[in-house]
């Protein structure tokens, strides 16, 4: 079993920023690839970034150049840095742990998810 838990959301205007964070705990071993996603009301959930156990990452063409996304092999923690959010980033965020490799902002499997954390922008 993995447990995920997200941390880090919040409330900004336009053009600010914030860091998301999730903790990674449980059966880790094998979880080659970690994941954000994201949901906004109505609609579908999107992945929006993703990081394989080699440290390539891949973003959806909405973030790209302004989300960053990393971790900490250590400690097990996943990081998305979010700058220059914009009303549409609104949303609850999602990671998820799963297989590699990765491609427009998606690992190709994932099975574990966390409960989110919620960004709001206001324009």
């Known amino acids: 079993q993995v447990q995920l838990v997200e941390s880090g959301g919040g409330s900004v205007q336009d053009g600010g920023s914030l860091r998301l964070s999730c903790a990674a705990s449980g059966n880790m071993r094998g979880r080659s690839c970690m994941n954000w996603f994201r949901q906004a009301p109505g609609k579908e959930r999107e992945g929006v970034a993703a990081?394989?156990?080699?440290?390539?990452?891949s973003y959806s063409d909405s973030v790209k150049g302004r989300f960053t996304i990393s971790k900490d092999s250590v400690k097990n923690i996943l990081y998305l840095q979010m700058n220059s959010l914009k009303h549409e980033d609104t949303g609850m965020y999602y990671c998820?742990?799963?297989?590699?490799?990765?491609?427009?902002?998606?690992?190709?499997?994932?099975?574990?998810w966390g409960q989110g954390t919620q960004v709001t922008v206001s324009s």
């Open positions: 990081i394989d156990s080699g440290g390539s990452t």
């Open positions: 998820a742990a799963g297989y590699g490799p990765t491609g427009g902002g998606y690992c190709s499997t994932t099975n574990y």
